[in-house]
């Protein structure tokens, strides 16, 4: 039951301008991290495996390895604490969710690269 009220209220936390970035994209996420009175800015970089919600309540999941470990962070699309997301390599995948690569090590984790659709030294 949504009420015309708390959409307007929604509407006023929810980020304008949004970097286009899909499902198995190579992301660089800059987050905000308060240690203390201190604040600084970390970046995760991974795969995105899952996005899901829609407008304050969209998600993305990211996953990288470290030391041989998965890692892997949700992170709330309109957070103030998200300060920029980058995609730096978009991945060519066939699914919504990609939580197959949980099981995959090494080389298997890599997805390849999806060419863009402009071919310039074609005629």
Same mark, same amino acid.
């Given at each position: 039951? %949504? #009420?015309?009220? *708390?959409?307007?209220?929604?509407? !006023? #936390?929810?980020?304008?301008?949004?970097?286009?970035?899909? *499902?198995? %994209?190579?992301? @660089? &996420?800059?987050?905000? *991290?308060?240690?203390? @009175?201190?604040?600084?800015? =970390? +970046?995760?970089?991974?795969?995105? *495996?899952?996005?899901?919600? +829609?407008?304050?309540?969209?998600?993305? +999941?990211? /996953?990288?390895?470290?030391? @041989?470990?998965? &890692?892997? /962070?949700?992170?709330?699309?309109? #957070?103030?604490?998200?300060? %920029? +997301? !980058?995609?730096? /390599? #978009?991945?060519?995948?066939?699914?919504?969710?990609?939580?197959?690569?949980? %099981?995959?090590?090494? !080389?298997?984790?890599?997805?390849? $690269?999806?060419?863009?659709?402009?071919?310039?030294? =074609? $005629?």
């Amino acid at each position: 039951m %949504d #009420s015309k009220y *708390i959409k307007m209220a929604e509407a !006023k #936390s929810v980020k304008k301008e949004l970097p286009k970035f899909e *499902i198995g %994209d190579t992301v @660089d &996420v800059h987050c905000r *991290i308060v240690e203390g @009175d201190k604040t600084r800015v =970390q +970046i995760f970089t991974g795969t995105v *495996i899952a996005r899901k919600g +829609i407008g304050v309540n969209e998600t993305f +999941i990211v /996953r990288r390895i470290v030391n @041989d470990e998965g &890692v892997e /962070r949700v992170f709330p699309v309109n #957070s103030p604490n998200v300060l %920029d +997301i !980058k995609p730096t /390599r #978009s991945g060519k995948v066939r699914r919504a969710k990609l939580y197959f690569l949980r %099981d995959r090590v090494g !080389k298997a984790v890599k997805l390849s $690269q999806r060419h863009s659709t402009h071919t310039s030294n =074609q $005629q």
